[in-house]
């Protein structure tokens, strides 16, 4: 197996934890992102890292105790509330929980810093490839650079270009739309905001508005306004300069409580526009020996169960384990994973969607807050 030749699309969280799992088998694997090699600075966000699959891998490579030591598990305090304020739920997190935030840019780094700097190309866009007469894959990039390798892994997300080379199916537009804004260093700017929001997410849930609020490890608060739009009425937003998107915004949700309102008057001029894809539920390709994908390009979901990082870190962890099991066999170890992600992948993306639609509904904030009492009484009672 150590004389076959592998090729990560994409170097995002999957791409990379993939990467360094393989490198640790003795396999000679290299991983080619599009952009430069600073781009982990550019990746923010806060993430909730699982301890039944995004944790998995990181404790395989080796990296669960400086991922603990990075980790905001304070990061797990929660707040429901309706659209004019009444609290339906909250919860300060104590200790260790299932689930601690780090931010996208530090896991990244976490994991790259592992890898051997010869293996993580940067400035390498995937442009084309083909499989040849030996059953190798030859791979093109924008760049005119071309690679051959015996398997190569798209890991370059929800509008991946390796998808296509697999199945031809298209994203479904889930009818939401956020629009990103930033709340730059709270605590100091802001203290009556960072005293509301403490240090995880609050989620205000008013029918087919939303505004959830996440706390990052550099001190500012991500801001999602979220909205049930047809596809094409985001473009309106993002016509607007930021005092008239800003002005907009406000006066939409002008019968919101103030303290949630504040999450928009405080924000700055960072502002991002996101409309929410999914792939159908249950999407499978058809089955190729030198070819397969991983995260949010084999099954992008909506963000509303926390589980597009950690299946894409699973993703790696499942197919690094069936590559070690497979005794050199590629075919059957895609095969083997494959199948094992079909069925995982499945659920989640479902969970996503129930989410969804549970966020959206008038009565969003009490359904939401249920759920979350019945996920601690289950805990609770697994732990008596």
């Known amino acids: 197996m150590t004389n076959k030749r592998i090729g990560i699309i994409g170097g995002g969280p999957g791409g990379l934890m993939l990467g360094l799992l393989l490198q640790n088998q003795g396999l000679d694997v290299h991983i080619y992102e599009k952009a430069d090699r600073n781009v982990n600075r550019s990746r923010g966000g806060s993430l909730d890292i699982h301890h039944d699959t995004g944790q998995l891998p990181l404790a395989e490579a080796g990296l669960l105790d400086a991922f603990k030591a990075l980790a905001r598990f304070e990061g797990e305090d929660t707040k429901i509330v309706d659209k004019y304020g009444k609290l339906y739920f909250e919860e300060d997190a104590e200790g260790e929980g299932g689930r601690p935030e780090i931010d996208r840019g530090e896991l990244c780094d976490l994991i790259q810093n592992k890898i051997d700097a010869e293996r993580i190309h940067y400035g390498y866009e995937f442009n084309n490839m083909e499989t040849l007469d030996d059953g190798r894959v030859e791979v ?104 008239e998107l800003k002005a907009r915004i406000l006066e939409e949700y002008q019968d919101w409580d103030e303290d949630l309102l504040k999450y928009i008057r405080y924000s700055d001029e960072n502002i991002m526009f996101r409309r929410i894809y999914r792939l159908p539920i249950g999407f499978q390709w058809q089955h190729q020996q030198n070819i397969t994908l991983i995260g949010d390009a084999a099954h992008l979901m909506s963000p509303f169960a926390g589980e597009g990082v950690n299946m894409a870190m699973y993703d790696a962890y499942m197919l690094a384990q069936a590559i070690a099991a497979s005794d050199g066999n590629l075919d059957e170890a895609l095969n083997d994973y494959e199948q094992k992600m079909y069925a995982s992948s499945k659920e989640r993306a479902q969970e996503s969607q129930d989410n969804l639609e549970l966020f959206f509904r008038e009565d969003g904030a009490e359904v939401m807050a249920n759920f979350f009492i019945e996920g601690q009484e289950m805990l609770e009672e697994a732990d008596n």
């Open 140 to 243: 093109n990039f924008t760049n005119n650079e071309t690679e051959i390798f015996d398997l190569v892994v798209g890991s370059d997300g929800a509008f991946s270009k390796v998808r296509p080379f697999l199945a031809d199916t298209d994203l479904i537009y889930t009818g939401v739309s956020f629009i990103e804004l930033s709340v730059p260093d709270v605590q100091t700017k802001y203290p009556d905001l960072a005293e509301y929001n403490k240090n995880g997410k609050m989620m205000g849930l008013g029918g087919d508005q939303l505004i959830l609020g996440q706390l990052n490890g550099d001190g500012r608060i991500v801001v999602y306004v979220a909205y049930q739009l047809d596809r094409d009425q985001l473009d309106e937003y993002k016509a607007l300069n930021n005092e």
